[in-house]
């Protein structure tokens, strides 16, 4: 039996913004329905990480106060979630 090493596993390097784009590709999604997911998870966490503070979660992402409490205050399920997180 040949014992193994940690060279016999060499690290593979991937790029996660190249390992994105072939799930898309290969799941056959839409880039507009890819965008707007992705859009939503990344409030979501700022909300999450804020407790629900817009202007804090804005910063974070990087975008303007209104237009963010524009796109929480037009979805259901990121308005509940401000919500729940702010009391």
């Known amino acids: 039996m040949v014992p ?3 060279d016999a596993f060499p690290e ?17 999604l839409s880039l507009t329905r890819f965008k707007k997911r992705l859009e ?23 975008m303007k106060r209104p237009r963010l409490s524009q796109i929480i205050n037009s979805t259901p399920a990121l308005t509940a979630l401000k919500e729940s997180l702010v009391g």
């Open 12 to 28: 593979v390097s991937v790029d996660p913004e190249e390992a994105l784009i072939e799930q898309i590709v290969a799941e056959g």
């Open 40 to 62: 939503m998870e990344c409030i979501k966490r700022a909300l999450e990480e804020t407790g629900g503070n817009i202007t804090r979660a804005a910063e974070i992402l990087q």
């Open 4 to 6: 193994v090493t940690k």
